[in-house]
């Protein structure tokens, strides 16, 4: 009998080591197979510097920088310190903070956006948050050199008069229009939501959520981006132009903080898409409806929800999150509910087209193969 169950031990032993191989081998193909992908990208694009972290049920799976955040002085890139701009990925973190007042039943998404900016312009239609979260408030998008901005703006109302003065591009609801000035008017109203929270001498919106969504998710590498200061572990920032790198023109973001304003690392992405798998950070219900895609007065689906955007692949795979363009920088982030993964790559230079290797790596891990 003795020695059945030493055979039976043995044997359950032996199963259990060779899975345990497995299952090691199968990540290191997965991690080598991505690496190759990786070094590839970057030799055949040029870039600089390169940051991706995946996670998967919040640990770091693959986690590796590419290159150097400084050229000239040849600093290599860390996924866990060097902070990039990650362009528009910046409405989904402030689609974070707008998801926390809206819980807490300090902001209603569906009344006149009047209620909380009230040196908002009365205009032919009226337009809410819900509508500027979606783009689709009749909010234009950057003209002229706007993009390239060097203005320092002081506060988020001052940054309003960019284009506050303008018509409206459509009746609001009837079509998705995309606007990153629309966020800039968002995080007016946040402000105003918040009143008397908060006594600093800059702005209430960064205040906000540097404390209640980088500080209380652990996201100690993600910041608003001052031009004219100094800040640890930044990047040098290049544009690929006639053929050859050079560095990008200086620019001041303070024009649109909410919308393209913040700077962090890839590792801090991952820990801000792991908050945003289930109940926890905010309420299942809330994520459930900044997530889901709105509709236009016709129902059609935009594939964006309020700061998240919707990617259904051909896979059967569905992700949310969000892309960025930047001066000087490209970033993309994404999470994947089912599995719990959530990737971030971002590199120091524009333009940048991924190709879809975001994708492709994604859906890698996601289907471990």
């Not at 030493?6 to 899975?19: E, G, H, I, P, Q």
């Amino acid at each position: 009998m003795k020695r059945i169950q030493t055979s039976v031990w043995r044997k359950s032993a032996w199963m259990l080591l060779s899975l345990f191989l497995w299952v090691s081998v199968s990540a290191q193909s997965l991690q080598e197979k991505a690496d190759q992908k990786l070094k590839a990208f970057v030799e055949a694009t040029q870039v600089p510097g390169l940051s991706i972290s995946i996670s998967q049920k919040g640990q770091l799976v693959f986690s590796k920088g590419y290159g150097y955040s400084d050229l000239e002085n040849k600093t290599p890139v860390d996924p866990s310190k060097t902070k990039f701009r990650i362009g528009s990925v910046s409405k989904t973190l402030t689609a974070a903070g707008l998801a926390l007042l809206y819980q807490e039943g300090k902001v209603d998404l569906d009344v006149p956006i009047q209620k909380y900016v009230p040196v908002w312009p009365e205009k032919k239609y009226e337009i809410t948050l819900r509508q500027l979260g979606g783009h689709m408030a009749g909010i234009r998008h950057y003209k002229g050199s706007e993009f390239l901005s060097a203005k320092n703006y002081p506060s988020v109302t001052d940054g309003l008069a960019i284009f506050m003065n303008d018509p409206l591009i459509n009746k609001p609801g009837t079509a998705y229009s995309y606007s990153s000035y629309g966020w800039n008017l968002i995080s007016a109203a946040m402000e105003t939501a918040n009143a008397g929270e908060f006594s600093f001498q800059t702005s209430d919106f960064l205040q906000f959520m540097q404390q209640q969504v980088f500080d209380k998710l652990g996201m100690d590498n993600t910041v608003a981006e001052y031009a004219d200061r100094k800040t640890a572990n930044l990047t040098k920032f290049y544009q690929f132009k006639d053929g050859k790198v050079v560095v990008a023109p200086y620019v001041d973001n303070s024009y649109k903080w909410a919308g393209g304003g913040f700077v962090g690392t890839t590792e801090d992405l991952c820990v801000f898409g792991q908050a945003h798998m289930t109940d926890g950070f905010l309420k299942q219900e809330v994520l459930d409806e900044f997530m889901t895609s709105q509709k236009t007065s016709d129902g059609k689906l935009t594939n964006y929800g309020i700061g998240w955007s919707t990617y259904a692949r051909n896979s059967g795979n569905t992700f949310y999150g969000h892309s960025g363009g930047s001066v000087g920088g490209i970033t993309f982030f994404m999470i994947h509910k089912e599995s719990q993964t959530v990737l971030a790559i971002t590199g120091n230079m524009d333009p940048l087209n991924y190709n879809g290797l975001q994708f492709e790596l994604m859906e890698m891990f996601v289907e471990g193969k």
